[in-house]
């Protein structure tokens, strides 16, 4: 399956600045999705992320708050923007192996935010 | 629109019993069905997954589960867990290749000695 590399991996940020998460696949993927896992919660689907166009927001996410980039088809980034408390999480990358889902969607292994 | 429910939020068993989570699901037509399962501080492993085919669907770690159309259930199971299965379990449903995933909640379950 395709391997993720995200980073960083954790960060303390203080409240009011940016925050911009990487994501590094080993093979090119048509199509990248940003989640987001709030403290004891499951995963919702910020945005996905198509090479050449603009990224599709899901209801609640706004590009001003959360922009995305997608430069080409191995890497793309998240910026969470004018942080608060609220945005504290785990942010995760996924990816659709573009092996006809023979192993599914893959993870990187997550960005733990804290903002204070 | 498609919505997944796991209505057990903890489980906890012994060491050597066997394990069931509950996946419910609603959506139209024949769901694309995931088990993922997140260790502590970790990222999500696929278990397995259900496009098609053979209702009973074998993973790594010997897992397991069932697609049950008549129930909108995709059940997971393990006949003998392990303590190194204490982990956060997460079912999700996709429309397409290629289309986003939407999980349940979760369950987190406990493994005694």
């Known amino acids: 399956s395709a391997v993720i590399s995200q980073k960083p991996s954790r960060d303390i940020c203080q409240r009011g600045t940016s925050l911009t998460i990487q994501c590094q696949v080993d093979?090119?993927?048509?199509?990248m999705f940003w989640y987001r896992q709030q403290p004891g919660q499951s995963l919702t689907l910020i945005a996905t992320?198509?090479?050449?166009?603009?990224?599709?927001?899901e209801s609640g996410f706004v590009i001003d708050k959360f922009p995305i980039s997608r430069p080409n088809l191995t890497f793309s980034t998240l910026t969470v923007s004018n942080m608060s408390p609220e945005d504290s999480s785990i942010y995760l990358c996924?990816?659709?192996?573009?092996?006809?889902?023979?192993?599914?969607?893959?993870f990187g292994s997550g960005t733990r935010l804290t903002v204070v | 629109a498609q919505s997944v429910t796991q209505p057990d939020i903890h489980i906890t068993v012994s060491e050597g019993a066997s394990l069931e989570l509950r996946c419910n699901y609603s959506?139209?037509?024949?769901?694309?069905l995931f088990w993922y399962v997140q260790s502590p501080g970790q990222g999500l492993q696929l278990l397995l997954k259900?496009?098609?085919?053979?209702?009973l669907v074998q993973g790594i770690k010997g897992f397991e589960a069932e697609f049950k159309r008549s129930q909108s259930s995709f059940n997971l199971r393990k006949p003998s867990v392990h303590w190194s299965d204490a982990a956060e379990y997460f079912c999700?449903?996709?429309?397409?290749?290629?289309?986003?995933?939407?999980f349940g909640g979760g369950t987190r379950v406990l493994v005694k000695p």
């Open positions: 996924s990816v659709e192996d573009y092996r006809v889902l023979r192993y599914g969607y893959t």
């Open positions: 093979s090119q993927v048509t199509m």
């Open positions: 992320a198509n090479q050449g166009s603009e990224a599709t927001y």
């Open positions: 959506y139209g037509a024949t769901p694309y």
């Open positions: 259900y496009f098609s085919g053979d209702t």
């Open positions: 999700a449903v996709g429309k397409a290749a290629g289309n986003k995933l939407t």
